[in-house]
Every structure is written in C-alpha cells, then in structure tokens.
C-alpha cells in the first residue's frame, strides 16, 4: 500500500509517499514558509526537486498543493488521490496517554489536544496538519505516531524529577523523552545488525542531530532518556543548552534584565554549539573554522562529545552493561571525528574503534568497532519516515 507520512510543523510541512511494500520512496518534499507567502518542493523519485513559489496562507492549502503535485499528470507519482491509502502524521507529545501509535479518531485528536500545554510549539502545529488532511482525505485511515511513546516504558525512577510530587499529579511534569520513532527505529536496526534477538540486547542509542538525545534501550524497551519533559534536556545541542544549571536563569534574567520566556528562549534557540562557539549551530561549519584555528568552535565540538560520554557512562551503569553502542542523524551518521572522540573514552569498557571503519562509515550502516570490541559499536543512519510507515501499516492492515 502507499503511505503519505507528514511532518507538520508550525510554518512548514515535510512529506513523504512510502510504498509499504517495496518501502521505495515515490515522492518527496516539503512546504515552508505557510501562512507567510510559501514555496513547495516537489521531487518524485529518479526526478529533479521541483520548486514552486505560491500562496499557501494555510496548512490546508499547503496540503493540497502536496495533493496536487502529487497527482500531477506530468510529474506525480500516483494517478489519482486512490492511490493513497494511508497516511501516517508524526505527533511530538502524546503525554502519558499514547505509549504507542494509533488511528486518529476525533476522539483521539481531542486526547492529543489535551496534551498541548506540554508541546505548545509542536503539537498544535500537528493537529493543525491531521485535521487539514482529514478534510481533504476524510476516508483515507490515518495515524498519530508520538515521539514520546517509546519512552512510556520507563521506570518511575528514570522519569521523576526530585520535584514536589503534587507537581507531577497536578500537572504530569515527568520526563517524557523524544525522538522516540528514531530510537526504536535504531535500536531495531542496530540488534539485526548485531545478528542477536532485540530482546537480549542493552543497546545505547545517540541520536547526534540538530536536536540530539541518548536512549537506553534495555531488552527491547526505553528504560531512559536525556531528553525530559520538552526536548530542553541533555546533550548539548545545535542551539538548545541541554542540561544547566536551573539557578541560571533567574542569574541571566536579573544580569541581562529578561523575563523567563526571554531567558527562555535564550535556552532554547541562542545556546548550545552556536551559543557556544558564536560561529553556528552546523557541526561541518563547526568543523571547517576549528581547522581554521577557532578555539570556540573547537571548544563547543569537544563540549558537545563530553557530555554524550556522560550519557553513555550513566546509562551502562543504569543498563548494569552495555552490548551495542549506535550513533544516528546528521552528526552520529557523518561525523568521524566526533564519533572517534566519544568512543575514545570507553577503553575501561573494553571498546575499541576500528579508525578506518569509523572514517568511511558516512550515512550507511557499519560496524565502526574491531572485532574484538566488547561493545558492538555501530553507524546507523536513522529513517523516521520509513519508521512512522511501518506504525502506520501495522494498525491499518
Ligand atoms: P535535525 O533533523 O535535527 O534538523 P539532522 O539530523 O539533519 O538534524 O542533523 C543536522 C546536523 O548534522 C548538522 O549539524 C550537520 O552539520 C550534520 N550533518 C548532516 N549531514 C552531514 C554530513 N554529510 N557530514 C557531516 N555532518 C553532517
């Protein structure tokens, strides 16, 4: 069957129509700038990006552009809007409500609607896309696939915080975690690369993006993550601080006289490496100014490697052990230099890298470790719209 998996942010829309089968990609792209002015990128498979400038003042628009190119008699990929017959929508926070994916009924979009306090930036930018395509495609089965829910197995003792407990019955603040779709997608990936059964593995999976975070995946299930109650937490990101200091803010708001959504945002899109090295928030520019000699940059790069070295050591010790170690997205996938200097300090676990492994290995699958590495140390490039596919296949049959 054909799946159209849909991203749906709040000023743009990434798409992609999977055949289940074959799990070839028919056609891809992305809507941006909505509600702005608007431009579509179009590229069916074996075919050049087609881009089009035009008015998209709402995502519906934007989505029946999606339709329409799709359809399209020169360059579409399917004949007619029968040609889909599924669509998988990603959905950032199903709360403690959604441990798995699931058809989307108004009853459940009313339930993922209640979970929009604690992704004010995502969820309602997802919900905006469900019932747009609803609209245009009100027969056509649809799922929600979270990127919290593969962390709803995590023990109490992993997603409490030493908060007052009234908080997390008030409120539900817990952590929660994200990328969840990449780290069982991952995860799964890694084990059949280790040719062992999923259910007897301690995998650490190091999702290394833009957005980065570590998963613990104990015996199949996300027993632990670095990202908490929104994606704020943990490693140092692109421009997100990951874990500080919570005395910070209130110092920053009185030093630089700014009010908590301002340090706030501070936090979230001024820190990270690109706060850090003043240079970007992109390792390869990160990478091209520490050759050229900038300490910053090279600074950030070597903070950003320590603290995944901590989340590694935490999460063996949480796991009591660790089999697999897997580095995906951008910067897990393509990065060498970083990958060699996490792995770097795991001699005490008995890893060890295998340099020229670890070199080639650039968004394919491959073992970067020797073979007599005590831990399986894998490159896995990580596919959430393939992964969202599969979610969407298996609950609509
Ligand atoms: P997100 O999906 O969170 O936006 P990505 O997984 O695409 O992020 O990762 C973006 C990061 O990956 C950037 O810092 C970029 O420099 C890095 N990256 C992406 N592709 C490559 C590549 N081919 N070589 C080196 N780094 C890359």
């Avoid at 990328?179 to 259910?199: C, D, M, N, Q």
């Avoid at 999976?205 to 299930?221: E, M």
């Avoid at 070597?302 to 070295?309: D, H, T």
């Amino acid at each position: 069957m054909n799946v159209l998996v849909i991203n749906c942010g709040s000023s743009s829309l990434k798409y992609q129509l999977i055949n289940s089968d074959s799990e070839e990609v028919l056609a891809k792209g992305l809507c941006e700038r909505i509600g702005i002015d608007g431009r579509l990128v179009y590229q069916k498979a074996g075919l050049d990006k087609e881009i089009t400038e035009a008015s998209m003042p709402t995502h519906k628009q934007a989505i029946q552009m999606v339709l329409d190119a799709l359809v399209n008699d020169k360059t579409g990929a399917i004949k007619d809007l029968s040609g889909i017959d599924a669509v998988g929508h990603r959905v950032v926070h199903g709360g403690e409500k959604f441990a798995a994916s699931t058809l989307l009924t108004e009853e459940v979009l009313a339930a993922i609607e209640e979970c929009n306090d604690l992704a004010p930036l995502h969820n309602p930018a997802n919900l905006i896309g469900i019932r747009a395509c609803r609209e245009l495609m009100p027969d056509v089965p649809m799922a929600g696939v979270f990127d919290t829910a593969f962390h709803q197995t995590m023990p109490e003792v992993a997603y409490m915080y030493g908060l007052p407990y009234e908080y997390y019955e008030k409120y539900k603040v817990r952590r929660y975690g994200f990328h969840g779709t990449s780290h069982s997608f991952v995860s799964k990936r890694a084990a059949e690369l280790a040719g062992k059964p999923y259910e007897d593995l301690k995998i650490i999976v190091c999702h290394l993006g833009n957005g980065a975070s570590v998963c613990a995946v104990d015996h199949g299930k996300s027993v632990d993550t670095s990202m908490g109650l929104t994606p704020l937490e943990g490693l140092i990101m692109g421009t997100r601080s990951g874990d500080v200091d919570p005395s910070i803010l209130e110092f920053i708001a009185q030093k630089e006289n700014l009010s908590l959504s301002e340090v706030m945002d501070v936090l979230n899109k001024k820190s990270g490496v690109a706060g850090m090295s003043g240079v970007s928030s992109d390792f390869r520019d990160l990478e091209a100014a520490m050759n050229e000699g900038n300490e910053r940059a090279k600074l950030a790069q070597e903070a950003f490697a320590y603290r995944v070295v901590k989340y590694i050591g935490a999460y063996a010790a949480a796991m009591n052990g660790v089999d697999v170690i897997a580095f995906t997205a951008g910067v897990g996938e393509n990065n060498d230099w970083i990958r060699a200097k996490i792995l770097a300090n795991f001699g005490y676990l008995g890893i060890h890298l295998d340099e020229e492994a670890n070199r080639s290995a650039r968004g394919i699958d491959q073992v970067i470790s020797t073979p007599d590495s005590k831990v399986l140390c894998l490159a896995v490039p990580t596919n959430e719209e393939l992964a969202i596919c599969r979610e969407t296949v298996a609950l609509v049959g």
